[in-house]
């Protein structure tokens, strides 16, 4: 079975840093785009952040200049280094295999790791 397990997450406080970690089982790691989302208590889930197999990347609004996504295929890790955190990006961060479709990506299943909590503090 596909995993994906996430980590890095704790408190921080409005400025600060933190990189997360998102470790993967399996042979497919390196042929597949990976994506980070995160979900804020009374919110929707929301793709934060994106990188193919080729490395491409993509970002929310609201995280570019600030949040950047990673790779490292010998280790089936992909990383997402978060600089000058805000209030409100406080949420559980979680991680996926994601497919571009339709204009966008998505997650390939709706299998969902524990994801890790970030939370920024005033």
């Known amino acids: 079975q596909v995993q994906l397990v996430e980590s890095g997450g704790g408190l921080v406080q409005a400025g600060g840093s933190l990189r997360l970690s998102c470790a993967a089982s399996?042979?497919?790691?390196?042929?597949?785009?990976v994506g980070w989302y995160r979900q804020a208590p009374g919110k929707q889930r929301e793709l934060v952040a994106t990188i193919t197999s080729s490395r491409t990347t993509n970002y929310l609004d609201s995280v570019k200049g600030r949040f950047t996504i990673s790779r490292d295929n010998g280790k089936n890790t992909v990383y997402l280094q978060m600089n000058s955190l805000k209030l409100e990006d406080t949420a559980v961060y979680y991680c996926?295999?994601?497919?571009?479709?339709?204009?966008?990506?998505?997650?390939?299943?709706?299998?969902w790791g524990q994801g890790t909590q970030v939370t920024v503090s005033s």
């Open positions: 399996g042979s497919i790691f390196r042929f597949n785009a």
């Open positions: 996926h295999y994601v497919r571009w479709y339709s204009g966008g990506y998505f997650p390939t299943g709706d299998n």
